[in-house]
């Protein structure tokens, strides 16, 4: 159902539904603690005609994401002889020699690098918006597009590569442009699904900013599924999160599609 053989139909099927719930990506919206708004006063002390002002989150969203699973580096560095057993067993259980010169290092180069492929476990959302997000009057849409995107199946341990584009509409409040490719690539590099992946980047955002509306658009390709042959080796599969005025407002979420496209 979620693989499409045009990156377009999906999104263009998306944004002429009503509910644009893709592939049931909002059934767990009500289950998200709801943004309980930060002070808007400028705390005493501040300069205040400063433009920008960093703000944190305010306390329900750091609770919320409190709770994401993290990994420490000791915890890599605990885990690893465990992992590069691990690696052993399955080459050997591939027929293979473990012994022989090529495969060595194999165990502790792979085990070494999966650790890398999930980093994203050793790192907190919170942590990289805590001093990002800033106050300003600026009310068109920001769009960023054509992020690189490098995950791992959660299914098969297989690569799912592709291109995210982010859009919203501010409130009052804005990210550092360069905070929304940190975003992906925390949750990319973990256990994906690719419509789980794409519902937290969207839902991540309305979180941080509480702004108009979110688009989120994933483009990838799983090789689980052109290597396997169940796809040709072009087929993408296409997601996207609607929320706010993008979800309520065809003419918002258009405008969003047009835009990533051109
Ligand atoms: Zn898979």
Redesign the pocket.
């Known amino acids: 159902m979620m693989e499409s053989p045009k990156p377009s139909a999906r999104a263009s099927e998306a944004s002429s539904s009503n509910d644009t719930a893709v592939n049931g990506l909002l059934d767990g919206m009500e289950k998200m603690p709801k943004w309980n708004g930060a002070p808007k006063e400028t705390p005493k002390g501040e300069k205040p005609n400063s433009k920008s002002i960093p703000r944190a989150p305010c306390s329900s969203v750091m609770e919320s994401w409190k709770e994401e699973r993290t990994r420490s580096l000791e915890d890599n560095e605990i885990s690893l002889p465990s992992i590069v057993a691990a690696y052993t067993t399955i080459l050997r259980g591939l027929g293979e020699d473990p012994q022989r010169q090529g495969l060595l290092k194999t165990p502790y180069r792979a085990a070494t690098a999966m650790q890398f492929f999930t980093k994203g476990y050793q790192e907190k959302i919170i942590d990289v918006l805590n001093d990002a997000i800033f106050d300003e009057d600026h009310d068109e849409m920001v769009i960023v597009k054509d992020i690189d995107m490098f995950s791992m199946?959660?299914?098969?341990l297989?690569p799912?590569f592709g291109r995210v584009h982010i859009g919203y509409l501010p409130n009052k409040r804005v990210l550092g442009l360069s905070k929304l490719a940190r975003i992906v690539e925390i949750y990319s590099r973990r256990l994906q699904v690719q419509e789980r992946l794409t519902k937290q980047i969207a839902i991540a955002i309305t979180e941080a900013l509480q702004p108009s509306g979110v688009g989120v658009v994933v483009e990838a390709t799983?090789?689980?599924?052109v290597m396997r042959g169940v796809q040709k080796m072009n087929s993408k599969t296409v997601t996207s999160t609607m929320l706010g005025v993008f979800r309520e407002d065809p003419k918002t979420r258009d405008e969003f599609l047009a835009l990533i496209r051109s």
């Open positions: 199946c959660e299914h098969h297989v799912i799983h090789m689980c599924m």
